[in-house]
């Protein structure tokens, strides 16, 4: 699953058994996404253009 929020769309797809890619253009931050705990996306991506191109 592809989202933008560590607290909804992470949280969501953990709770679901799904892996998790983090883009950065919504509510979380670079800085939020490397402090965060449990649970953590798979990948962490500027947008979602760098997940359909395979990540940097």
Sequence with gaps: MVG???DADVEAA???GLEA???LTGGTSA????AAGEPRPLAVEPDLASV?????
Aim: no cysteine; hydrophobic share 45%.
């Design 52 to 56: 359909v191109s395979g990540g940097r």
């Design 21 to 23: 890619v983090l883009v």
């Design 14 to 16: 953990t709770r679901a």
């Design 4 to 6: 933008d929020r560590l």
């Design 31 to 34: 800085g939020d996404a490397a």
